[in-house]
Each structure stands twice: as C-alpha cells, then as structure tokens.
C-alpha cells in the first residue's frame, strides 16, 4: 500500500490518483475522535481544521486512511452519535467547506477517508422527530402496557442503562436503544431507506472513501417487538442472539448500500460496527454482496492468552474467509478501555499491538494508541459526558453494556510537553488532561528509539515494506507454553504472553521486538508479555 491513492467519485474523478484493487484488504485505518484530536480554534474542542493541519502527523505514521468519528450537526447528546442533520457540519466542528478541504487534502497526502454514518437512530432534535406527524412513522412508538399504558411496551433495556423507552406527553412511548435524546428509526418505512440513501450519496459525491456504519446490526427489530423476558441484558450483547440487534433484515439494507457503494467505482467501503454473538454471525456482514469490512471486537475482548488468541485469530480467519472477505483487528476505540490500561500494561499493550499488525487482513488504530497512551480512570464526575454514565447515574441502574466510563479514552492527545492543553490547542481542553500527558505527547517521543510512537512508526514501514504482509497466508508454528509464533510472508511473528522470559531459537535475523530482545546468534530469549518480529 505504498502507491498514491485516490477516491474516484463523479464529481472529483480527475482530481486524484488511481485506486489500488481492493485497497480495504490490508489498509491500516487510523480512526480520529474529532473532538479530542486537535483544536484549531482554542475552544477546548478538537475539529476539522485541527485535523486537516494533522495530516502531515498521520501520513508520516504510516497509516492508509482515517475514520472520522460524527462531526455533523448535533445537539452532541452522545458525542455527536445523535444527528440533527446529516448534511451539516456541527458549527463545533466548522464548516461543510471544512469537510471538503480535509477531504481533498486527506486524498493530497495519499490518505482515503472514511465517514461515520449513524443509521439506527438520529437526534431527537432531527426534523422527522419534531413533527410528531412524520415521527409517527418514522420512529417506533407504541401505547405502554399496564392499566393506563404508564408502563414501557416491553422490557427492553438501554445499552446505557434503564429503559430503552420513553413515554411522551401524548401518553405512548417511543424507542430508543440508546440516549432517549437518540429515538430509534423505524425502518420498515422506505422513506428511512430512501433518505439514507441520499445521505450516503451527498458524502460519496464529496468524496469520501468510505463510511463506518454505526450500530450496523440494530435497524431491523423482531416482529412484534418481543420481550427478552431475562434479567439485565447489558451482559448478553454481542453474546447471545436478541430481537433488536443481528436480525437477519439488516443484511438487505446492507446489499443495497453495497449496490450504492459500487455505482461509484469499486473502491469505497462500508464498515460494519456490528456486535454479533459469534465469528460466523459477523461474516455474514461481510459477504460479497454486503459490506467490505466488519470490526472484530472478538479479538478486541480476547484475554491476553496465548490460547485465547489463538482461538480467536483462527476463528475470525475462517469465518471471514468463508465469505472471500478480509479479517479486520482492532484493540482499542472509542467504546472501550484503551488496551495500555485494558491489557494490564504497556508491556503487553505493545507487544499485542506488534502481534495485530503482523497479522493478515486490515487493522483499526485508535488515535493516542500510538503514544501508549493509558485510560484515565480518575476524571472528575462534573467533567464527564459520556451518557452512559449520566444516565446510569440518573436511573440509578448496573453496569451497561456500555459502562458509563467511556469518557477515560476520550481524552485530548497531547502534542507537546508543556503548553495549555499540551499542543491539543491553544486553549484548554474539554475532558481535564492528567499531568503525565506531557510526557507522552508526540513531541517528548518522535526521536526517541524506545518510545512507542517509534514502534508505531517503525512496524508500519516494516508493514509497508514487506509485500504480501496485510493480505497474504499465515502458518503457526510450534512453540513453547504461552508462546505464539506464526510464520507470514517475510517475517515470522513470536509473542509470549507469559510474565517471565522464555528461551528459543532465533527464527531468522530480529526485524522489530517490543521489548529490548537480547538475541546472541542462533538463539534468543523472548521477554514477558513482548512480541518479536523475525525476517524470514
Ligand atoms: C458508537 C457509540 C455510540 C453508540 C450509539 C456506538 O456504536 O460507537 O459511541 O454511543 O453507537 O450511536
């Protein structure tokens, strides 16, 4: 992937280079939380100028293309996942003009750029919802069960806790799988299909290469809008099947934005953001006629075992390729727990991120991974805004499937050492940046050997530069207990997952290891919880 690339729409069609054939397949894709990645305008708030003067950053890390996370117009009642309109730049954010630059100067540097779409519901705020003729049928309300209707249809939870109803002042409820300020689309209505098409079509013609697909495996709901009849639901996400997520009526909606996709040449993507109880349920996101790529958050919650990982690499390579589809890998967004934090430390932050990228198949970076940066779990109360924990406060219920902590990953990056927000911007910082951030910032590590942002860097060129390695074969070999090594095109991959060193014989000259590796001739010891890359 060292060749100028390009996002041939209509109407760009002579500005940029030419596409590579399935670019996606092996693509390093660097997903960017706008608002905490640079602020251009000093209001504490990252946006799209900040990016755009970021370029140069991301193309010399090595990455292939950047995911935008919501910049569009919103009432930002869940980070911009509640859209009021989806043609519209948030003013907090700039300008569609702005949009358009960093698009063009994305595609400058040679980065495509992929779009958030948010398809399962919109912002309270949105017009359909605020005239409660359209709202009606496009949106799911139902009367309330019980004497007087005073109780929810059924007994659906919020991913972020509580209810996942809201009664209106007209007396019937309406859904909201989410935030009650992000009301459920009812898409049995082909006026939901129809819009969406044109949204996607507005973004395709500005020139994007592709787009994330949110909750892509929400949209269709059970017949009948069945109860669950179990206890807390949060726990049986992405585990066991449920009548709001993975019904099999979201794969049509998928085939026909494929067909959309494809009228505009062949190389722009969709993404699913899809958390199926299994491999073999994902897959089916990602047959030749849907989507191109799906996110495998199997890998992303595996346990840092060597055993664990091995399962799940070899389930998530054969579920893909039943369907000819690349494997995706992805350690940290975000959703979740940073992997620095989430895995223990940076030790095995690192090595597991070495061991993702030697891996066949395209791979996810979350931005200030590559700083090593860690969750902050101690943030004030006041200063979050992550729903989920407001809500959960606010009905006073258990852990949600999305546990109210995830303002800790979202944190401005720092830049610099020093400086009001570190280099984020020349004015503060929306989520309070802890005193160590200095120190990690992308000024105190570029040049420094040792750093992780050095190892970033270095594993992207060794990544580049060895042809075959994003898409091609991979065979395990043996290896002691707790070790993993497999052999890819032009390298051979060793992890040891255990705590203490481990002794084996080199397999070939060391190319790139995340800890210091003292290897003397034919034999090498592998330290804990590191990984090793080997050219073979
Ligand atoms: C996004 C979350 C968001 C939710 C609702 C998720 O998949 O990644 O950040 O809160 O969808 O839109």
């Given at each position: 992937?060292?060749?100028?690339?390009?996002?041939?729409?209509?109407?760009?069609?002579?500005?940029?280079?030419?596409?590579?054939?399935?670019?996606?397949?092996?693509?390093?894709?660097?997903?960017?939380?706008?608002?905490?990645?640079?602020?251009?305008?000093?209001?504490?708030?990252?946006?799209?100028?900040?990016?755009?003067?970021?370029?140069?950053?991301?193309?010399?890390?090595?990455?292939?293309?950047?995911?935008?996370?919501?910049?569009?117009a919103s009432?930002?009642?869940?980070?911009?996942?509640d859209v009021a309109d989806y043609?519209?730049?948030?003013?907090?954010?700039?300008?569609?003009?702005?949009?358009?630059?960093?698009?063009?100067?994305?595609?400058?540097?040679?980065?495509?750029?992929?779009?958030?779409?948010?398809?399962?519901h919109t912002s309270d705020r949105h017009p359909w919802f605020r005239d409660?003729?359209?709202a009606?049928?496009r949106y799911?309300?139902?009367?309330?069960?019980?004497?007087?209707?005073?109780?929810?249809?059924?007994?659906?939870?919020?991913?972020?806790?509580?209810?996942?109803?809201?009664?209106?002042?007209?007396?019937?409820?309406?859904?909201?799988?989410?935030?009650?300020?992000?009301p459920?689309l009812?898409?049995?209505?082909?006026?939901?299909?129809?819009?969406?098409?044109?949204?996607?079509?507005?973004?395709?013609?500005?020139?994007?290469?592709?787009?994330?697909?949110?909750?892509?495996?929400?949209?269709?709901?059970?017949?009948?809008?069945?109860?669950?009849?179990?206890?807390?639901?949060?726990?049986?996400?992405?585990?066991?099947?449920?009548?709001?997520?993975?019904?099999?009526?979201?794969?049509?909606?998928?085939?026909?934005?494929?067909?959309?996709?494809?009228?505009?040449?062949?190389?722009?993507?969709?993404?699913?953001?899809?958390?199926?109880?299994?491999?073999?349920?994902?897959?089916?996101?990602?047959?030749?006629?849907?989507?191109?790529?799906?996110?495998?958050?199997?890998?992303?919650?595996?346990?840092?075992?060597?055993?664990?990982?091995?399962?799940?690499?070899?389930?998530?390579?054969?579920?893909?390729?039943?369907?000819?589809?690349?494997?995706?890998?992805?350690?940290?967004?975000?959703?979740?727990?940073?992997?620095?934090?989430?895995?223990?430390?940076?030790?095995?932050?690192?090595?597991?991120?070495?061991?993702?990228?030697?891996?066949?198949?395209?791979?996810?970076?979350?931005?200030?991974?590559?700083?090593?940066?860690?969750?902050?779990?101690?943030?004030?109360?006041?200063?979050?805004?992550?729903?989920?924990?407001?809500?959960?406060?606010?009905?006073?219920?258990?852990?949600?499937?999305?546990?109210?902590?995830?303002?800790?990953?979202?944190?401005?990056?720092?830049?610099?050492?020093?400086?009001?927000?570190?280099?984020?911007?020349?004015?503060?910082?929306?989520?309070?940046?802890?005193?160590?951030?200095?120190?990690?910032?992308?000024?105190?590590?570029?040049?420094?050997?040792?750093?992780?942002?050095?190892?970033?860097?270095?594993?992207?060129?060794?990544?580049?530069?060895?042809?075959?390695?994003?898409?091609?074969?991979?065979?395990?070999?043996?290896?002691?207990?707790?070790?993993?090594?497999?052999?890819?095109?032009?390298?051979?991959?060793?992890?040891?997952?255990?705590?203490?060193?481990?002794?084996?014989?080199?397999?070939?000259?060391?190319?790139?290891?995340?800890?210091?590796?003292?290897?003397?001739?034919?034999?090498?010891?592998?330290?804990?919880?590191?990984?090793?890359?080997?050219?073979?």
């Amino acid at each position: 992937m060292t060749q100028q690339l390009t996002s041939p729409s209509p109407a760009r069609r002579a500005a940029g280079p030419a596409p590579g054939p399935g670019w996606w397949r092996d693509a390093v894709i660097y997903q960017v939380y706008v608002r905490s990645f640079a602020d251009s305008d000093g209001d504490g708030i990252g946006d799209l100028r900040g990016v755009r003067e970021r370029l140069p950053y991301l193309k010399e890390l090595g990455v292939d293309a950047v995911w935008l996370t919501p910049f569009y117009a919103s009432p930002q009642a869940d980070g911009g996942y509640d859209v009021a309109d989806y043609r519209a730049v948030d003013p907090l954010f700039g300008s569609l003009a702005d949009a358009d630059a960093l698009i063009r100067a994305a595609h400058a540097h040679g980065l495509r750029v992929i779009v958030d779409i948010v398809p399962n519901h919109t912002s309270d705020r949105h017009p359909w919802f605020r005239d409660p003729e359209l709202a009606r049928e496009r949106y799911l309300f139902r009367p309330g069960r019980g004497a007087d209707g005073a109780l929810p249809p059924n007994d659906w939870e919020s991913v972020f806790g509580g209810p996942a109803w809201t009664r209106t002042d007209r007396g019937d409820w309406y859904l909201h799988l989410f935030a009650p300020e992000q009301p459920d689309l009812n898409w049995d209505n082909p006026e939901v299909h129809a819009e969406f098409a044109a949204i996607l079509r507005f973004w395709l013609d500005l020139g994007v290469d592709g787009f994330r697909i949110d909750v892509a495996h929400g949209m269709v709901k059970a017949p009948g809008l069945p109860d669950i009849g179990r206890g807390s639901q949060a726990t049986l996400i992405g585990n066991q099947s449920l009548p709001f997520f993975d019904q099999d009526g979201v794969h049509a909606i998928h085939r026909s934005w494929r067909t959309l996709l494809e009228s505009y040449g062949g190389a722009r993507i969709g993404v699913a953001e899809a958390w199926a109880p299994t491999p073999e349920r994902l897959a089916l996101y990602v047959r030749p006629d849907e989507l191109h790529q799906a996110f495998n958050f199997q890998f992303l919650t595996a346990d840092w075992s060597a055993a664990a990982l091995r399962e799940v690499i070899d389930a998530s390579l054969a579920a893909t390729a039943s369907v000819g589809a690349p494997t995706t890998w992805v350690l940290s967004n975000h959703d979740v727990v940073r992997h620095a934090t989430r895995l223990g430390s940076l030790a095995r932050a690192r090595a597991a991120t070495l061991l993702m990228l030697a891996l066949p198949g395209s791979v996810y970076l979350y931005q200030g991974e590559e700083l090593g940066l860690p969750e902050v779990t101690d943030l004030p109360d006041e200063a979050r805004q992550d729903p989920a924990f407001l809500r959960r406060r606010a009905t006073d219920t258990g852990p949600s499937g999305q546990d109210g902590l995830r303002d800790g990953c979202r944190v401005p990056l720092p830049w610099t050492v020093d400086g009001p927000s570190y280099g984020f911007g020349d004015g503060g910082s929306w989520l309070p940046q802890p005193a160590a951030w200095g120190g990690l910032s992308v000024a105190a590590q570029t040049g420094d050997v040792d750093s992780t942002l050095e190892l970033y860097r270095a594993a992207l060129a060794l990544r580049r530069s060895l042809p075959g390695l994003g898409d091609g074969g991979m065979t395990w070999r043996e290896a002691p207990d707790g070790v993993l090594a497999f052999a890819r095109p032009g390298l051979v991959c060793t992890v040891n997952t255990t705590g203490g060193d481990v002794a084996l014989e080199a397999p070939g000259k060391l190319l790139l290891a995340s800890a210091p590796l003292p290897a003397r001739g034919a034999s090498a010891v592998l330290p804990g919880d590191s990984c090793a890359w080997w050219a073979i």
